[in-house]
């Protein structure tokens, strides 16, 4: 059994940020207590809020989430510069994390601008159900488009 949230690219792309923030994190001790505390609690926030904001049956309160969540994106991103201020992580580290959220902040602004219709059994699975232009984002650093003009992380429709 699939939760409809499971199937959002965004979902699946916030997740492996976590990934990211929970490798970087294990580094972080002492002094860097507090930002890796942070750190993983802003970016679990991330999907948590994805999920929850998939479920709702109200577009506004679909939006809320998914702002919330995009919240969440500027707060790790904020982090990291913290951690690079600070010399605890290089600029590389940081362009990799930020290439993420990039992609995640402006997926939700596209998703968050969506309206939809409960069909029977949405809610149990979630609402939204993407398809495979629902994001058209502009990231000139995106290489991830294959010949065919699709990404690898697009999942297939809920039937």
């Known amino acids: 059994?699939?939760?409809?949230?499971?199937?959002?690219?965004?979902?699946?792309?916030?997740?492996?940020?976590?990934?990211?923030?929970?490798?970087?994190?294990?580094?972080?001790?002492?002094?860097?207590?507090?930002?890796?505390?942070?750190?993983?609690?802003?970016?679990?926030?991330?999907p948590l809020n994805i999920a929850e904001g998939n479920g709702k049956g109200i577009n506004a309160d679909r939006r809320r989430f998914f702002e919330i969540a995009r919240g969440s994106v500027m707060e790790c991103a904020?982090?990291?510069?913290?951690?690079?201020?600070?010399?605890?992580?290089n600029s590389e580290q940081n362009i990799a994390g930020?290439?993420?959220?990039?992609?995640?902040?402006?997926?939700?602004?596209?998703?968050?601008?969506?309206?939809?219709?409960?069909?029977e059994g949405a809610l149990l699975f979630g609402g939204i159900q993407e398809q495979k232009d629902d994001y058209d984002y502009d990231n000139d650093n995106d290489n991830e488009k294959s010949k065919d003009g699709g990404s690898p992380r697009e999942r297939q429709t809920i039937q």
């Not at 904020?78 to 992580?89: F, G, P, R, S, Y």
């Not at 602004?109 to 069909?119: A, F, P, S, V, Y």
Request: glycine share 4%; aromatic share 6%; proline share 1%.
């Open 98 to 119: 930020k290439e993420m959220l990039s992609r995640i902040a402006s997926m939700l602004i596209k998703l968050g601008r969506r309206t939809h219709e409960l069909r």
């Open 1 to 46: 059994m699939h939760f409809g949230h499971e199937q959002l690219d965004v979902y699946q792309l916030s997740i492996d940020y976590v990934a990211w923030a929970y490798n970087l994190a294990k580094d972080l001790n002492g002094p860097d207590r507090h930002a890796r505390d942070q750190l993983l609690r802003a970016s679990q926030s991330i």
């Open 78 to 89: 904020a982090i990291q510069d913290c951690l690079t201020a600070c010399k605890v992580i």
